[in-house]
Every structure is written in C-alpha cells, then in structure tokens.
C-alpha cells in the first residue's frame, strides 16, 4: 500500500532551516511619520550589546545591503527602526522602551537617541499586546519612560469601547501620511538635558562655529546646540557656506552632505560625544542637524539630515527640541522668529479631554507618585505654555512648549501624531 506521507525531502529540509532561524514575533507598525518593528523586551537577547546582529538581520541591513531586501527595511533611516517595548518597573510609570536605530546599508545599530514619531507608537502597541490592563473608557494616558534619554512621556490614545484595544480611526491629519487617524497626544515632560543633563551642554544659547576640515574650509556658522528630547545642532542656513548653497545637485548632494556632516562631527566635540571629529564619524545618530530659515507660512522653517541625508519631513524629537529652542531666548531659533508673530497660549483639545489641562496634571500626580511629581514640578503653577508651528519639507507641525516660570527650561513639550498597526507576524533573522 503506497505511503500516505507526501511531504518531501526539500520540505522537511527547508522546515529544519527555518527551525535553526532565529523566529522573532514583530509587530510592523506606523507610527508619526516612520514605520518600524515593535518588539517585547523578552523576545530578544537579555544583553542588550548582542541585540545587533539580530535586529541588522530584522532589517535587511546584514552584508550592507542598502536595499534591505532580506528584511522588513524600507531602505531608508525612516523605515529602519526599532521599537523595544516591556512593563515597567519604575514607579508610576507604565511602561517602557528602547529605541534602535538600524542603518541602512552596513550592520550598525545606533541606540544613542530616540525617535519621538516611534514614541508615538508605544502605547498603542502597549495597549493592543496586553502590557496595560483594562480600563473603561474612550482615552487612555499612559506614562513611558524612554530607556535611551531618561525621558517621561505621556501620550493620550484612543480606545475601541468595544474591544478595550487602540483604535487608530479618526480625522486627524499629519504632514506625510496621506491617511487620517485618530489622535496621538505625546508630550515629552522636562525633557531638557536627555543626554547631558543640560538643556546648553556648552553654556552658550548660540556660537560660532569654525570648521576648519573637510571641502569648503575654513569656515564659520552660526549655532544653537541644544538638548532638549535630543541633542540638536541647530545652524542658521543664512550663514552657510557658498560650497553648501552651490553644490551641484541641492543639498542632498554628496558635496553638501559632507559639508553637513563636518559641521555635525564638529559639534559633536562641542557636546562632549566624541573627543575627535574622527571619532565624532561613527555616531552619526547623535547629535542630529538642522538648518533653520524664517518663515512667511509659518513660525519658523527647519530643513533636518538624518543618518547623512536629506529627512524627508522632521524628526519628531527635533520638533520637540526646536519648539523648546524657539521659546528660549538668545537661541538661533529665537532670533529668526518674526517678532510680530505672537505665540499664544494654546487651549487643551477638547477632543482628547473634557478636563482643562491644569487638571490633567493634577490627575496624573494624584494616581502616579513618582511620574505625577515629575510633572507637577516640571510643569509649574505659572508655566507658560505656547504654540509653535513649524514648517518643513513635507508640510507643517504643531508644537506646544509649556515654558517653565524661570524663563530657562521647557517644562514640558507636546506633539500631535496619528499610528496604526501594519502587521503582525513572525521575521526569520
């Protein structure tokens, strides 16, 4: 009698190959204007120094393949990132994250920074995978903490009544995503000093820099260096050199680029992370760079470089920095706002809380001990909050800055995102 057993070699042989693989369970999402893979903490290596070669492999990245084929990589610095999400044990905070950047085109990850628009995810999918527990309701806040900058945020997301999981339908629209959605308020409490402990690592709200390597020197500009979410280098474009402004091809040419990225090394000295520009070359995750322009449609404009190339918008932390920057007196971002705009107090959206936002806060610091007194102290009886609006290559962003009573620190910063699920699967890596 002929065997019932059809299953040949080849497939037994490919089925053991993929057992030997590593299975990592991975949730695609969009988040803000980056997609990404959000993962659990428990699914990868304990040590955090063997997370590379795993996520490199995730992505496509693995043999500097620029393209990604062999991952889930969309072959850009915006679609090649990492969001590593676990309960959290701190108190008063509900869960956090780390934030990975894997580079397109060589087997680097880069965890130095985070990435406010994969931020804008973490509830959401905190929510949808059981890390939170059930609560009635249509908003959720949700406290977390961001491992890379010691950074509290507090996002508002919208919740299915049906199903107690993220509902990611509604009207909202962002620059850069054609699809609207529901709202995501993140807002970043006392978020000066991420990385340094200072909102100005160099004790200066603007300096001149002088390069004096690579095309183009000797040279000077002028700059804010700021840390606020994230360490920013911020240079008035007005002050760049010809050699950037008449490179063939634009500013995402190879000319300008370099140009770019001598005056990021140089600044990285300044901010401490490297001692040589050199060595300031193989983090180019931090500090990030932006040219700042006034603007006639807007408070200010920003034209931002990710990872050595042109951002197609902004990066959400650099909003976050930037609206901070604006605020602050004495920075670049300062100067080149029109005076005669105003910057208004912005009221709560009343589409995320019927409570104004002074009672927000009382709430949180009633029902999170250690997060609440975070941002009762942050935030203040008498902070100042204000509205920028920045104006970039894909559109334009809302910020709102809530300035502290002495004038010198951002207490809190909030932005506006949307998200949505994409997949959910298992990756080969």
């Known amino acids: 009698m002929p065997s019932t057993n059809t299953t040949s070699p080849s497939t037994v042989a490919a089925a053991a190959a993929r057992a030997r693989r590593r299975r990592l369970p991975a949730v ?19 040590d955090v120094n063997e997370w590379g070669p795993v996520l490199v492999a995730a992505m496509g990245s693995r043999m500097g393949d620029p393209r990604q084929l ?16 676990s309960p959290s044990s701190r108190e008063g905070v509900d869960v956090e994250y780390t934030f990975v950047q894997v580079t397109v085109g060589a087997e680097v990850v880069d965890l130095t920074g985070n990435c406010g628009n994969m931020a804008s995810g973490v509830a959401a999918f905190a ?5 939170l527990s059930p609560q009635d309701g249509t908003l959720r806040v949700v406290s977390v903490y961001n491992t890379n900058t010691d950074v509290l945020l507090e996002e508002t997301i919208a919740v299915d009544p049906e199903t107690g999981l993220f509902d990611p339908e509604g009207d909202y629209r962002i620059s850069g995503v054609k699809r609207s959605g529901s709202l995501v308020k993140v807002k970043f409490v006392s978020p000066g000093g991420s990385m340094t402990g200072q909102t100005f690592p160099t004790g200066q709200r603007q300096q001149i820099l002088e390069i004096t390597e690579g095309p183009a020197a000797p040279y000077s500009v002028r ?3 700021v840390d606020v979410s994230n360490p920013f280098v911020f240079v008035d474009a007005e002050t760049m050199p010809s050699a ?4 063939a091809g634009g500013p995402d040419s190879e000319d300008a680029r370099t140009i770019i990225e001598a005056i990021r090394q140089h600044a990285s000295v300044l901010f401490g992370f490297a001692t040589t520009t050199a060595a300031a070359s193989l983090q180019r995750g931090t500090p990030k760079i932006s040219l700042l322009s006034s603007s006639d449609d807007a408070d200010i404009k920003v034209f931002s470089y990710s990872m050595g190339k042109v951002h197609p918008s902004f990066q959400l932390t650099g909003a976050v920095c930037l609206g901070a920057a604006t605020c602050l007196e004495g920075t670049v971002a300062a100067d080149l706002l ?16 019927s409570s104004p936002k002074s009672e927000t806060v009382i709430d949180l610091a009633e029902s999170k001990t250690v997060a609440g007194a975070m941002v009762s102290e942050a935030v203040g009886e008498n902070a ?16 709102e800055v809530d300035i502290a009573p002495n004038g010198d620190e951002a207490a809190g910063v909030t932005v506006y995102r949307t998200a949505r699920r994409i997949f959910e699967g298992v990756i080969y890596a």
């Open 223 to 225: 700059a804010t260096l």
């Open 244 to 247: 950037y402004t008449d490179a």
């Open 70 to 85: 062999e991952g889930v990589g969309g072959a850009t610095s915006t679609t090649s990132k990492v969001a590593v999400v």
């Open 384 to 399: 100042a909050a204000r509205k920028i609006t920045i104006q970039h290559r894909s559109g334009t962003l809302d910020v």
């Open 28 to 46: 695609l999402m969009r988040a803000g204007t980056s997609r990404g893979l959000f993962l659990h903490r428990h699914h990868l290596p304990e």
């Open 338 to 353: 029109d005076k005669e705009k105003s910057l208004p107090p912005t009221p709560p959206l009343s589409s995320l809380s």
């Open 127 to 131: 929510l949808d995978e059981g890390l």
